[in-house]
C-alpha cells in the first residue's frame, strides 16, 4: 500500500474490497452499528479481567499487542463504513463534538 493515510483513502478501499465481494447489500446501518458493537466487545474482552497496571502494559506483550490492534482496526473499518453508509464526515463529526465539549465542560485551574 503505497497510498497516504488518510479518511477518504481508508473509506474507498473498505468500499472497494466490500464491493469485490458483494457485501455493500450488507452493509446497512442496522448491519453496521451491530457489528461495530460486537467489534468493540472483543476489544472489551481482551481487557476485561486485566487489573489497571496490567491494561496499561497491555502492548508490551506481542500476542495481546497484535490482538489489540486487530480489534481497533476492526472497530474503525465498520465506524468508517457507517459514516460513509450514512454520509457523516467522522473528523467533522469529532471536531464538531470537542467544540462542544469544551464548551460544555470548561477548563479547571489557571491553564
Known amino acids: 500500500m503505497t497510498e497516504p493515510l488518510d479518511v477518504a483513502t481508508l473509506q474507498r478501499r473498505l468500499a472497494e474490497f466490500a464491493a469485490a465481494r458483494n457485501w ?3 452493509h446497512t446501518p ?4 451491530a457489528a461495530l458493537s460486537v467489534e468493540a466487545s472483543e476489544l ?6 486485566l487489573t489497571p497496571e496490567e ?14 490492534t486487530d480489534e ?7 465506524l468508517l463504513q ?14 464538531a463534538k470537542i467544540d462542544r465539549n469544551e464548551s460544555r465542560f470548561p477548563a479547571v485551574g489557571g491553564g
Open 44 to 49: 472489551v474482552e481482551i481487557f476485561q479481567w
Open 24 to 26: 455493500q447489500q450488507y
Open 82 to 95: 457507517l459514516c460513509e453508509v450514512l454520509a457523516i464526515d467522522p473528523l467533522a463529526a469529532l471536531a
Open 55 to 68: 491494561s496499561q502494559r497491555v502492548m508490551d506483550a506481542p500476542d495481546s499487542a497484535h490482538r489489540v
Open 30 to 33: 442496522k448491519n453496521l452499528v
Open 72 to 78: 481497533v482496526a476492526d472497530v474503525l473499518a465498520y
